[in-house]
């Protein structure tokens, strides 16, 4: 295998460039070479790389991907070509492949592989679903150790997955499954904004803490004309994807040019009193109108010393995950003058912040949207049927509340509602359908 691959790269040097003595030397092929044998040579790897290339074989010419290995399974390779493509899915999988500890996934396409040298003709690898999805054999590459297979599943599609050996679970994890956006996907034709790290935050309405946070800048804003502003809670988890989707958004018109603004929570530093049950849940789960005080008084007024933001509510949004959801419809509820938009991933709508009375937290929002007059704001809420039940409540039931009670109220609300748990997978997969949502009438 080595030295085929010592072949391929020395054929595709060839195909492009003359060859040296020196090249040939760094492959390892000879150590000298006459030039005369060198132009053969040359000749005779150029027609063998056409013919390799024209058969779909790999041997590092191509990446292979979840949808390509579907393909060249399914061509049943043989002889070297299944060598070299037991090769390229040792490659794909790394050290995994000997624990089938991992899947690779492309979309809705997942791959599974396994090495298993000491399988004997009786045993049945296949990979079973919890989700009653049919059972996936793995089909052996050529005469190698590798077993692989590749399957589509449905949009929506959440569950584990087994690797079997017989009746011996080898691997297995949670697959969480959902469409892809194009916009989620990055783009060269259209302009892409700047993601700025600050210096880190020293807050005094969270006195003795400090935090990092990011402004990310769209390239379509303009000095003499200020800008929308979204912030995001725990926003170190969204910087790789969020300035992605805003960038498509906006050249699409699907979202107006808006300023992101991504925070963590604050770290405690020495002199602190630690309160609640550690800084992050203080400052998320506490219902109160410290967190909208600590974005309106300090973090808002630090961005608009170099950028220009808009003041109206709805031209300003929120949003967060998990106990970050809970944060951000708290500054909405509190201050529906000035945030009117919420963007809710797994909210904890629960009595994570149990006060001094042990039932202060969020999970009397449900009926304070019930009992209070309506305000002025618009939620996009996420949640999964297997996401937490522990002591501090029910998330899938409480985001069913919110939600109920959100349309008992009249609110403008959206509610998608899937199959996975505590992550951040179904949110960042619905991102875009959230944000064209939340904007969708905005004007100017």
């Known amino acids: 295998m080595e030295c085929t691959h010592h072949y391929a790269q020395f054929a595709l040097h060839s195909a492009r460039s003359q060859i040296s003595e020196r090249y040939v030397i760094r492959m390892g092929l000879v150590a000298t070479m006459p030039t005369r044998w060198l132009r053969a040579l040359r000749a005779t790897f150029a027609v063998g790389l056409l013919a390799f290339s024209l058969n779909a074989s790999f041997a590092q010419v191509t990446a292979l991907t979840p949808k390509i290995l579907e393909k060249e399974l399914a061509r049943q390779p043989t002889g070297q070509d299944a060598e070299m493509l037991a090769g390229s899915v040792r490659a794909l999988f790394g050290k995994s492949i000997t624990t089938g500890a991992m899947r690779k996934q492309d979309g809705l396409t997942l791959a599974f592989a396994i090495e298993a040298a000491r399988v004997t003709s009786s045993d049945r690898i296949r990979v079973s679903f919890s989700d009653g999805h049919p059972d996936l054999p793995l089909n052996r590459i050529g005469g190698s150790g590798i077993y692989a297979a590749v399957v589509t599943m449905p949009d929506f599609a959440a569950g584990r997955w087994s690797i079997m050996l017989g009746n011996e679970i080898a ?4 697959y969480e499954l959902y469409k892809v956006d194009p916009a989620s996907l990055p783009r060269t034709d259209v302009p892409h904004g700047k993601l700025a790290q600050q210096s880190k935050f020293r807050s005094s309405v969270f006195p003795f803490t400090e935090r990092d946070w990011w402004i990310y800048v769209p390239a379509q804003y303009k000095a003499d004309q200020p800008a929308c502003v979204m912030v995001f809670q725990d926003g170190g988890a969204y910087i790789g994807s969020v300035p992605t989707v805003v960038d498509n958004l ?4 699907e979202m107006p040019v808006t300023v992101c603004i991504f925070i963590q ?5 020495p002199g602190g009193t630690p309160q609640g049950n550690n800084q992050r849940s203080f400052e998320y789960d ?3 109108d410290q967190y909208a005080r600590f974005l309106l008084e300090e973090i808002l007024p630090e961005v608009e010393k170099t950028v220009k933001l808009k003041h109206d509510a709805a031209s300003r949004a929120i949003a967060g995950l998990s106990s970050g959801a809970s944060c951000a419809f708290t500054v909405a ?3 529906p003058d000035q945030f009117s938009k919420v963007l809710s991933w797994i909210g904890s709508y629960t009595d994570l912040a149990a006060g001094k009375t042990g039932i202060e937290g969020a999970h009397n929002y449900p009926f304070l949207i019930r009992r209070a007059d309506k305000k002025p704001i618009r939620v996009f809420l996420q949640d999964g049927d297997h996401d937490l039940d522990n002591p501090y409540g029910n998330w899938p039931l409480a985001n069913q ?7 008992f109220k009249g609110y403008d609300y959206e509610f998608v509602y899937g199959h996975g748990g505590h992550s951040g997978v179904m949110g960042t997969a619905y991102l875009p359908v959230s944000l064209r949502w939340l904007w969708r009438d905005y004007k100017p």
């Open 265 to 269: 929570p604050g770290n405690l530093l």
């Open 286 to 288: 506490t219902v109160s």
């Open 250 to 253: 906006i050249a699409a018109g």
């Open 401 to 407: 509340q919110m939600a109920a009670a959100l349309k």
């Open 171 to 174: 691997a297995g994890g949670d």
């Open 333 to 335: 509820w509190y201050k």
